[in-house]
């Protein structure tokens, strides 16, 4: 086990200094020059060339990358070019609002796709079972747009039939103020618990059906076990790996599609920094955001297949 969890580690480091090396590069490509933007229109070229040499501008790129990835290596993310704060500090601020908003928005999914879905694949031969995924199915095709706009309408603060929840910014003061702060987050969560809770209950209903058609769940049955038992006490813990793959999955593309989600809420998150920070050219922000934002991923990632490790002992059972 201890050799596995060192293996991905490995790789899990080989995949960010690549991912640094495309941000990098990717960001320097882009046409426009960043020492401009910076001074603005009415720079003069003196003023220009004293904004390259003061942000290393003048480098060859490869000095530029090795001076920011041993930054990193170090816990520095450098400085914005565009306001000169530490990017670490402003990171900081926004996962503030973007994980609880993640963390959240996924608890509401599972408490809406993983009970429903295993009711449906219960009943999936009768008239609710079936409307159940019949539901599901048109949830999940709904743009998580139009699910926020809705709910917005329908108990936004100010707007809503039911003026029960702010549907729009987060406290000034951030966590200091716990109760405002989870208040301006619930019709976020719930936007994104419902579309994503609406996929989690298909995969969770067609990873129990297939479970039901196992010997195993005759097996059991044919100890005394009714489908039902046979089902929940067999099936389901068969199912939850697979289950648990796909939470992994709707985690990590969450961390980094908040954007739609944080702009129509009004949240300062890191989707909406990140937006910010590509129309302002703020190069060394935007890298540093992406590699945080992979490095969040590829944990996820690692977190995940460690979890099937412990979880499953016919995986530990496998040298590879």
């Known amino acids: 086990m201890a050799l596995y969890v060192l293996r991905r580690l490995g790789l899990f480091a080989v ?7 495309i941000v990098f590069v990717v960001l320097r490509v882009l046409p426009g020059d960043v020492a401009q933007v910076i001074g603005g229109i ?8 004293d904004i390259r040499v003061r942000y290393g501008l003048d480098q060859p790129l490869i000095v530029q990358y090795f001076d920011w990835f041993g930054g990193l290596l170090h816990g520095d993310l450098g400085r914005s070019l565009i306001t000169n704060s530490p990017i670490q500090n402003e990171l900081a601020e926004k996962l503030a609002v973007t994980l ?3 963390v ?10 993983i009970p429903l879905g295993v009711y449906a694949a219960l009943r999936h031969d009768t008239r609710f079972g079936q409307l159940v995924g019949y539901i599901a199915q048109a949830a999940a095709a709904v743009p998580v747009l139009w699910t926020g706009l809705l709910l917005i309408l329908l108990v936004g603060k100010g707007v809503g039939l039911v003026s029960i929840l702010p549907s729009q910014g987060f406290p000034l003061d951030g966590w200091a103020e716990p109760g405002k702060a989870i208040a301006a987050l619930i019709l976020p969560a719930l936007t994104i618990g419902i579309v994503e809770g609406a996929a989690l209950l298909r995969f969770t209903r067609s990873a129990v059906l297939d479970a039901m058609g196992q010997d ?3 097996t059991a049955m ?4 009714t489908h039902t038992q046979a089902v929940l006490q067999h099936g389901v813990p068969n199912a939850s790996l697979s289950v648990l793959s796909v939470i992994g999955l709707q985690i990590a593309s969450l961390i980094g599609g908040t954007v739609v989600i944080e702009t129509l809420f009004a949240l300062p998150g890191l989707g909406s ?4 920070d590509v129309g302002n050219r703020d190069l060394i922000s935007v890298q540093g955001t992406i590699v945080v934002l992979t490095a969040l991923v590829l944990f996820i990632g690692l977190a995940i297949d460690i979890a099937h490790r412990v979880i499953d002992p016919r995986q530990r059972r496998v040298t590879s």
């Open 15 to 21: 995949g960010l200094f690549i991912t640094s090396i």
């Open 42 to 49: 009415k720079a003069t070229p003196e003023q220009v060339a």
């Open 100 to 102: 609880p908003l993640c």
């Open 104 to 113: 959240l928005g996924i608890v509401v999914a599972v408490v809406i796709g």
């Open 216 to 218: 195993y769940i005759r």
């Open 222 to 225: 044919s100890r005394g076990l």
């Open 273 to 276: 920094k990140l937006v910010t």
